[in-house]
């Protein structure tokens, strides 16, 4: 079993800057892949970015050059570093992993977290 946390969520102005993490606990996941993913209210759950074992990251079109996934092996966590964020940033962000492929889809994924809210006012 694996358990994720996210945390670092918040109210930001439009333009600004938030960092989330996501703590790994339970089974080793250094070698899985690892993803956020994140779900506005009445709209289903949208790849963000992910990043496999050997760090090679990939980027959803709409947050490239403004987000940026990271990770820390020793520290068990994972990073997403969000700057120039936008109103339509808005939505819960999901931590998850997978141990099978270096996936940009929900179902690609074994373990999620519960989540956590960002809002980005304009």
């Known amino acids: 079993q694996v358990q994720l946390v996210e945390s670092g969520g918040g109210l930001v102005q439009a333009g600004g800057s938030l960092r989330l993490s996501c703590a790994v606990s339970?089974?080793?996941?250094?070698?899985?892949?690892m993803g956020w993913f994140r779900q506005a209210p009445g709209k289903e759950r949208e790849f963000v970015a992910c990043i496999s074992w050997s760090r090679s990251s990939n980027y959803a079109d709409s947050v490239k050059g403004r987000f940026t996934i990271s990770r820390d092996n020793a520290k068990k966590a994972v990073y997403l570093q969000m700057s120039s964020l936008k109103s339509e940033d808005t939505a819960v962000y999901y931590c998850?992993?997978?141990?099978?492929?270096?996936?940009?889809?929900?179902?690609?994924?074994?373990?999620w977290g519960q989540g956590t809210q960002v809002t980005v006012s304009s």
């Open positions: 998850a992993t997978s141990s099978r492929a270096y996936s940009d889809v929900p179902t690609g994924y074994d373990y």
């Open positions: 339970g089974r080793t996941v250094s070698r899985n892949t």
